[in-house]
Nanobody
Framework: QVQFVETGGGLVQPGGSTIISCTIS????????TGWHRQVEGKQRELVAV???????DYGDFARGRFTISRDKAKNTAFLQMNNLRPDDTAVYYC??????????WGQGTQVTVSA
């Protein structure tokens, strides 16, 4: 079983930046990948960014070039740096962790609101 501690988020002005983090604990020996999805009310959850144990990364089209995912392996913590934020980036950002057996667990979510 995996536990999550998510920090960051909140209110950000358009064009601004913020960083959110996600620390996982528990079954970390079987870690495969981690990252974030986001969900806007009434819409489907979509991939924001994901990074694997080898440091590779992938992004949703909207995130590429503006968001950067990184991971501190020693602290089992992932970071999502979000730049040039737009109002349509407003969403709940859910951290996830996928294990080697391809089971995925989800954090409780972090609200990011982009508004003047």
């Amino acid at each position: 079983q995996v536990q999550f501690v998510e920090t960051g988020g909140g209110l950000v002005q358009p064009g601004g930046s913020t960083i959110i983090s996600c620390t996982i604990s528990g079954n970390v020996a079987n870690f495969f990948s981690t990252g974030w999805h986001r969900q806007v009310e009434g819409k489907q959850r979509e991939l924001v960014a994901v990074t694997g144990s080898g440091g590779d990364a992938d992004y949703g089209d909207f995130a590429r070039g503006r968001f950067t995912i990184s991971r501190d392996k020693a602290k089992n913590t992932a970071f999502l740096q979000m730049n040039n934020l737009r109002p349509d980036d407003t969403a709940v950002y859910y951290c996830f962790a996928t294990m080697k057996d391809r089971t995925t667990s989800w954090g409780q979510g972090t609200q990011v609101t982009v508004s003047a």
